[in-house]
């Protein structure tokens, strides 16, 4: 009584219409629905929801009836011309019906996609396709169109290389005249929205159109834009584009962050830290292949990377390669320790000699250096270490190398010199202060060493390695030793209050590794093998250069390692550097002349049996 009230006293109202007839449906009476609803049609003929609820309410043949009457009362409906290809179901109908709709509404996105999809010959979709683009100025249809190009180049695996490529430059051409037809017609898309646009082109299998909507959507400055490249500052483009391809990457879309670091290398192709984020993408989500050429392009862009040059040849060695490795090399010092290796002294010296000549960088006249130190040819060490310091008298490693060998040849006099010339230069480097007070303290002169540390501090008093060699010479002058500071305090106390001492060090510490690693150490101590493996891991991801959390990880392996556990060690230790032992013990070890021509993994395995 009630929706018959409602009706009666409303009639144009089209939810009231259609609430009782499905009230009625609910209660089993269909005759009287469908009464009810063929009366709201004839009340509410522009209503598209009585139509659709009538065809709802009635078979196949009477609801195909009623919505070619719908049409003539709501011709502009998407909606109801969908509902009616729907009941059809031979594909022929329902091309007939959708085309006879786009007579209707030619700027309906949603009836070209439909009816493109029900073509299941390319040529006639690629048609349609055109047809639409000519109509409606959307990007959603342009992008279907390149996608369409995309499958029709990619669809017959019998296509040579060349014939694929070629075909595949047209979805680049689509979608860059894409980009200037939405232009022309102030059609303009933000940034972000190209960039999701991109990443569903990736996500719903192709790439090349992903690639191509992020090359024409930053177009160069001689081509004004609005989209993404013109939305950003020239001088923030780098770090823009750098922050879209993180970002990318972190939710998965390998292939949308690979297309915009493509491009930023295009504009920016002499920037090494770039070169090295596009390898370090391929090496993590791609193949051995696309790194390979990626290092290939990065050390033709930027000859004067050596850490690109190193990290070419690694990967060539590693993939097996060993002659592309030695071709790498030959344009770097790393052939150096090739050749020396195999007793090739001659032929090292003459590299190191072409590479100070081509790249005449402070890291080659050091490694020159200590080739000829490791080959026990100290004076010509000394005279190439004279030669490097007139060039980069501020690289503080020159010093160091220069004092360790005077020290060795028990010239102190002229080894404090060194270090004191390198102090004056490089105050703020902490590795010199402590060699000068070892010094020192070789040459019975533990005063001076403990002044000599009381200087650095006040240089440098958030250093943690110049307290804790403070302590050490306290140890070695009798005193009780803690080795870090913090990571000592932690063991000093009792088991029940190592957790809070442990909690504390990490807050004041701001995450350091050698109290990550430490609190590694106390869930082992306690059995927690799993918590004690997670932290490890996080200990050398935090800095893969402190050879000590390595060395304690390792340990730990040997002890308790699983299939799961090693091979987590084993996929963290891709991190560990490409080049010279890790910091610590390792880098201690690795000094020792006696270890020359140890691999890394060697040191480790010396460090880890000598810890306790």
């Known amino acids: 009584m009630l929706f018959d009230s409602l009706v009666k006293s409303n009639p144009k109202h089209a939810p009231g219409w259609i609430a009782a007839a499905c009230l009625e449906e609910h209660a089993g009476?269909?005759?009287?629905?469908?009464?009810?609803?063929?009366?709201?049609?004839?009340?509410?003929?522009?209503?598209?929801?009585?139509?659709?609820?009538?065809?709802?309410?009635?078979?196949?043949?009477?609801?195909?009836?009623?919505?070619?009457?719908?049409?003539?009362?709501?011709?502009?409906?998407?909606?109801?011309?969908?509902?009616?290809?729907?009941?059809?179901?031979?594909?022929?109908?329902k091309k007939r019906v959708l085309r006879k709709a786009l007579e209707h509404i030619p700027n309906s996105v949603q009836l070209w996609k439909e009816t493109v999809n029900l073509e299941s010959s390319a040529t006639d979709a690629r048609i349609l396709l055109s047809r639409a683009v000519e109509v409606i100025p959307l990007h959603e249809i342009w992008i279907a169109a390149g996608r369409l190009l995309e499958q029709e180049a990619s669809a017959n695996p019998d296509k040579s290389e060349e014939q694929r490529n070629k075909e595949l430059e047209f979805v680049d051409k689509m979608i860059e005249a894409g980009v200037r037809e939405l232009r022309k017609h102030q059609v303009l898309l933000t940034r972000d929205q190209w960039l999701k646009e991109a990443e569903r082109c990736q996500a719903e299998g192709s790439p090349r159109t992903c690639e191509a909507i992020v090359k024409a959507t930053r177009v160069s400055a001689d081509q004004p834009s609005p989209t993404v490249a013109m939305e950003v500052e020239e001088e923030d483009r780098l770090d823009t584009w750098v922050g879209d391809a993180e970002s990318a990457e972190s939710r998965g879309m390998m292939g949308t962050a690979r297309a915009v670091l493509a491009y930023a290398l295009k504009v920016y192709p002499d920037r090494k830290s770039l070169w090295r984020r596009a390898a370090e993408l391929e090496k993590t989500h791609g193949t051995r292949q696309s790194l390979d050429a990626i290092l290939t392009r990065a050390v033709h862009h930027c000859p004067q990377a050596e850490v690109l040059w190193l990290m070419s040849a690694k990967e060539k060695w590693l993939a097996g390669d060993v002659p592309a490795a030695r071709e790498v090399l030959e344009h770097l010092v790393g052939r150096v320790k090739l050749e020396a290796e195999n007793g090739e002294l001659g032929v090292a010296r003459e590299l190191l000699v072409r590479a100070r000549t081509v790249a005449d960088t402070e890291r080659i006249w050091m490694k020159s250096a200590v080739f000829e130190r490791q080959q026990g040819q100290l004076s010509t060490a000394l005279e190439t270490l004279a030669a490097a310091l007139t060039k980069f008298p501020k690289f503080a490693k020159l010093y160091m190398i220069q004092g360790q060998i005077y020290q060795s040849q028990k010239n102190h006099a002229a080894a404090r010199a060194s270090f004191a010339a390198g102090l004056k230069t490089c105050p703020k480097e902490a590795t010199l202060w402590i060699l000068a007070s070892r010094l020192e303290e070789a040459d019975s002169k533990s005063i001076k060493a403990r002044a000599l540390l009381e200087k650095a501090r006040l240089v440098n008093p958030a250093n943690d390695s110049l307290w804790a060699e403070a302590v050490g010479v306290e140890e070695r002058s009798g005193v009780p030793n803690i080795w870090i500071l913090w990571s000592m305090s932690i063991w000093a106390e009792s088991r029940p209050t190592r957790k809070a001492r442990s909690v504390d060090a990490l807050k004041k510490s701001a995450d350091n590794p050698v109290i990550i690693c430490t609190v590694a150490r106390l869930f082992w101590a306690e059995r927690k093998i799993e918590k004690a493996r997670q932290w490890f891991g996080r200990a050398v991801v935090t800095d893969p250069d402190l050879g000590d959390s390595w060395a304690w990880w390792l340990k730990f392996e040997r002890q308790h390692g699983t299939e799961v556990g090693n091979t987590m060690f084993h996929s963290h230790s891709s991190n560990i550097p490409m080049t010279g032992a890790p910091r610590g013990r390792p880098e201690q070890i690795a000094k020792d002349i006696g270890n020359t021509g140890r691999t890394i993994r060697e040191l480790l395995e010396m460090v880890a049996d000598a810890l306790q």
């Open 29 to 93: 009476r269909m005759v009287k629905a469908r009464q009810i609803i063929k009366a709201g049609c004839d009340q509410c003929q522009k209503s598209e929801d009585v139509w659709l609820e009538a065809a709802r309410l009635h078979n196949n043949e009477d609801a195909k009836v009623i919505l070619a009457n719908a049409v003539q009362h709501v011709g502009q409906s998407v909606k109801v011309w969908m509902a009616a290809a729907d009941l059809e179901h031979d594909v022929k109908a």
